[in-house]
Each structure stands twice: as C-alpha cells, then as structure tokens.
C-alpha cells in the first residue's frame, strides 16, 4: 500500500513540475514587441491634414499644425 501511495505522490509532483514549466517556458505575447505608438506618436495638421509625429509638430490649443505656416493660417 504504500508504494502506490509514493507512486501517486510522484505523479502529482511530476504533473506539477511539468505545468510549472510549461508555464515557464510558454512565450509570452506582446513582450518582445515594442509599442510603436508609443515612440510615434502621429498627430494630424489640423490645417492640410497630413500626418506628422507628434514630436516633429506645432501645438496650438488642442490642435497640431505641420508647419507655422499652417498653423498662422488656421488662426481666425
Ligand atoms: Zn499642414
């Protein structure tokens, strides 16, 4: 009797080792991509429309312009 009691507690630490590893080894999705939007952030010019970084465009109020151009354009 107490083989099978040491042979059934084997089983479970083997299924139990065998999930956590499973768990380990699975590849997690989305860690290895990196968030483009977060580094290209694109905002359109408010005026003609054409999309820009946010970081290469002007704010004015809530609004991004490709240009001052645009931007003095737009105002009144
Ligand atoms: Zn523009």
């Known amino acids: 009797m ?3 009691r040491v042979l059934i ?4 630490v083997w299924l139990a080792y065998r999930a ?3 768990m380990l080894s699975k590849p997690r999705p989305g860690k290895a991509r990196r968030p483009e939007s977060l580094s ?3 905002v359109r010019c408010q005026h003609c429309g054409i999309h820009i970084p946010k970081h290469e465009a002007l704010p004015r109020g809530e609004h991004y312009y490709c240009s001052p ?3 003095d ?3 009144g």
């Open 2 to 4: 107490n083989l099978i």
């Open 9 to 12: 507690i084997a089983l479970l």
């Open 20 to 22: 956590i590893r499973g």
């Open 40 to 42: 290209t952030d694109m």
């Open 69 to 71: 151009e645009h931007r």
């Open 73 to 75: 354009l737009d105002q």
